[in-house]
């Protein structure tokens, strides 16, 4: 019996852990998922910013839809201060030198029913709050607007809602950006067909602009061009571009939809 157990004890235990391949392959493995996870998250880091641009927008559409009932069905104006009841009071220097403080917003008819200014700011602008404190601008074919100088009627205005023919298919707000130093009053394009694009769409969110409507819903639109047209012709130094296709179309059939066109 003794004999037996020495024995036992003397036969070796098999060495404990990993072998040169099954630790090749778990790195392997872990390698794998590592990357898809850092493939994705710039995707989803995208998204969430997206949400937040177009929480925003819907912020500020809803305080304009609450001006509107507050005042007896009239909008606040969608200029930056060329009127007392405009939603920004302030105005740049036309020579590229302007800025816009937050004064001016607060200064404005939107401040009450938003008080918050990361509402005014997209999470894609790329210029720091020093240089660009607005991201945001309203559609300037309606309210107090500058549609006329774009094809509109010489006389026309859209003051309440009542006046717009197709809600859900007007653009209310947009991410504008405006070479001159902030976004000067409301946003809009030639509605005549004739390709002009007087004020440009911010191009930073890959592969889509974001807007919201006058029935208070918001949309993504994915632009057909490709995202190296857009960068191109939404950051001249220039306004008055000559730019026509399917995009073009498709946001001055959504400027004033019913009216003219």
Known sequence: MPLLQTRARSIPSRPQGFTLVELLVVIGIVALIIAMVLSIVPQIRRQSMSAVCLSNQRQLNIGFVQYYGDNSGRFMGVDTGLVAWDWVQ????????????????????????????????????????????????????????????????PNWTVNTMG??????????????????GYNINGFGISVTGDGIWIDKIAAWHPGHWNFTLADGSVRSYAHVAKQADVDYYMTLPTNGIYWPGNDYEWLRKHLAPGMFQ
């Not at 036309?94 to 937050?102: A, D, I, K, V, W």
């Open 90 to 153: 302030g105005q740049a220097n036309l020579n590229g030198n302007g800025f816009e403080t937050e004064n001016a917003l607060k200064k404005g008819r939107m401040w009450s029913y938003v008080g918050n200014f990361g509402a005014y700011r997209s999470p894609f602008d790329p210029f720091t709050p020093f240089q660009r404190l607005r991201t945001y601008s309203f559609n300037a074919f309606i309210s107090t607007g500058e549609g006329p100088m774009w094809g509109g009627p």
């Open 163 to 180: 006046k717009i023919p197709l809600p859900s298919e007007t653009i209310v707000t947009s991410l504008e950006y405006d070479h001159r």
